[in-house]
């Protein structure tokens, strides 16, 4: 059982950054950010293997970067240069399952937290 609330969501002006905090109790084996907007699918915006391995969506590959404190059960996802279409509820999610295709779908993903807005302005 893995245990994920996230926090930090805000609303920024474009250009401008933010860091979203995910506290993950539980063992994993990937965790992940997904985003999704009004009216949108749920997209996977970044995973990372238990192993330390991390994976980027392309349109935010360069300006998002996820990582974790292990001493505090911390996973971040640090968001730079953001843009307006970069809006949206940011999820935290987790899961345990073997094997490592699909990492940023959120199908994959038994774990997840309630999410938290980010909204960026133009």
């Known amino acids: 059982l893995v245990d994920l609330v996230e926090s930090g969501g805000a609303s920024v002006q474009a250009g401008g950054s933010l860091t979203l905090s995910c506290a993950a109790s539980?063992?994993?084996?990937?965790i992940g950010w997904f985003r999704q907007a009004p009216g949108k699918e749920r997209e996977g915006v970044t995973a990372m293997y238990v192993g330390g391995t991390t994976y980027y969506y392309s349109s935010v590959k360069g300006r998002f970067t996820i990582s974790r404190d292990n001493a505090k059960n911390m996973i971040y996802l640090q968001m730079n240069s953001l843009k307006p279409e970069d809006s949206g509820l940011y999820y935290c999610?987790?899961?345990?399952?073997?094997?490592?295709?699909?990492?940023?779908?959120?199908?994959?993903?038994?774990?997840w937290g309630q999410g938290t807005q980010v909204t960026v302005s133009s």
């Open positions: 999610a987790a899961h345990t399952k073997s094997g490592d295709q699909g990492v940023l779908d959120a199908n994959r993903y038994d774990y």
């Open positions: 539980g063992s994993w084996r990937y």
